[in-house]
């Protein structure tokens, strides 16, 4: 299995609250995703990294940030949670960007904002 | 636009029994094409991959998937189904606009019956 884990895996936070995901592997791949889960949607690319401080939006990125000062950490952040943001979270790997490039999964954080 | 459609919300087959998940897609050329499978709790695990060449390909755990580009169609099969196959997959297809872009569908929840 890839080296990639999720931190926190299960986090109950309120209305307006920041929140801070990381996601943290040791494969060194440069590639790094965060989606969100969410019933009747499958998966949506919230945002993705192409290298140390290398970021960009995907198709759900309002409302999300995310940092990423080493390879290894790539961090998603909810400034002010809303409870739209309710999902499970994925982080993904990959090693190169072509098409062909199978993403690696991390295990996923459950995040309820009530 | 782009898109990957599952069309099966729930399957259930019996142990034992033959399974084949539907997946068509929407894009005007040949898609580099995934599945994974998703187990509770758990992150998406790659099946098996198509970007060119055989259209049957062969995966892990017995699933092998055909390409038939006059459907764009990707299913999935099994010929006998386990009961460790109960899970999740999620058809995602890759497509090349500017950058490398993974699309989803929806998932299909598999339940196997003793």
């Known amino acids: 299995d890839a080296g990639i884990t999720q931190s926190p895996r299960h986090k109950v936070t309120e209305t307006g609250t920041p929140v801070t995901l990381r996601c943290h592997q040791t494969?060194?791949?440069?590639?790094m995703y965060w989606y969100r889960q969410d019933p009747g949607h499958g998966l949506r690319l919230i945002h993705y990294s192409y290298g140390v401080k290398d970021t960009d939006k995907g198709e759900v990125s309002d409302g999300y940030s995310v940092s990423r000062s080493k390879t290894e950490d790539f961090l998603l952040t909810l400034e002010s949670a809303t409870s739209s943001q309710t999902s499970v979270y994925f982080c993904?790997?990959?090693?190169?960007?072509?098409?062909?490039?199978?993403?690696?999964f991390g295990p996923g954080t459950r995040l309820t904002v009530l | 636009a782009q898109s990957v459609t599952q069309p099966d919300i729930h399957i259930t087959v019996s142990e034992g029994a033959s399974l084949e998940l539907r997946c068509n897609y929407s894009y005007g050329a040949t898609p580099y094409l995934f599945w994974y499978v998703q187990s509770p709790g758990q992150g998406l695990q790659l099946l098996l991959k198509y970007f060119s060449g055989d259209t049957l390909v062969q995966g892990i755990k017995g699933f092998e998937a055909e390409f038939k580009r006059s459907q764009s169609s990707f299913n999935l099969r099994k010929p006998s189904v386990h009961w460790s196959d109960a899970a999740e997959y999620f058809c995602a297809v890759v497509i090349s606009s500017g950058t490398y872009k993974y699309i989803f569908g929806t998932g299909t929840r598999l339940k196997v019956l003793a």
């Open positions: 993904a790997i990959s090693e190169r960007a072509g098409g062909n490039n199978e993403q690696f």
């Open positions: 494969e060194n791949h440069r590639y």
